[in-house]
């Protein structure tokens, strides 16, 4: 298995750990669309469309997969990193890594936000319930969560 496969498998079950679930209507019935790396899975009671990316960090980057993947895997095993250091270590130009770097911490301030609203935060793989796309990394000095406030609207829904 190549790494872009192996990174979307490993987001896959970060996001979906119990297999597809339709961030508008959580129903786990769905039709693959397209045979590209990052297919499009439409829900099969509600229609509604999304990819692994959408509402994510990743969404609309032109990174690859793999590049996410060592930039989270890099974030989780250190004290923070900056842009000079990321691009070093995970191969990506100093403009990509400094993008990538912005992208986490406005999810961390989204997360911060909702959590506000929430009350509570169950620290780990999964937070926020099925709509955040959160994986392991450095989150400021509590050392938790993070990544990727999920952006499927669900409004209402908490
Ligand atoms: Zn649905």
């Known amino acids: 298995m190549d790494k872009q496969s ?3 498998q490993y987001f896959y079950r970060q996001r979906w750990p119990s297999g597809f679930e339709c961030p508008r209507c959580g129903y786990t019935g769905c039709y693959t669309i397209g045979t590209r790396r990052n297919p499009l899975y439409q829900c099969a009671l509600c229609r509604h469309q999304t990819s ?3 509402g994510t ?3 609309k980057s032109r990174t690859s997969l793999d590049k996410w993947l060592a930039a989270v895997e890099l974030l ?3 004290y923070g990193v900056n ?9 990506v130009s100093h403009k990509t890594a400094w993008l990538m770097l ?6 961390i301030h989204r997360l911060e936000e909702e959590r506000q609203f929430l009350g509570t935060v169950h620290a780990g793989l999964q937070v926020l319930g099925p709509y955040f796309f959160i994986t392991h990394a450095l989150y400021r000095r509590e050392r938790v969560i993070l990544i990727g406030g999920s952006m499927d609207n669900r409004t209402g829904k908490a």
């Open 6 to 8: 192996r990174a979307y």
């Open 52 to 54: 692994l990316t959408a």
């Open 57 to 59: 960090v990743m969404e």
């Open 76 to 78: 989780s095993s250190s």
């Open 83 to 91: 842009a000079v250091q990321l691009s070093a270590r995970i191969g």
């Open 102 to 107: 912005r992208a986490f911490r406005r999810a």
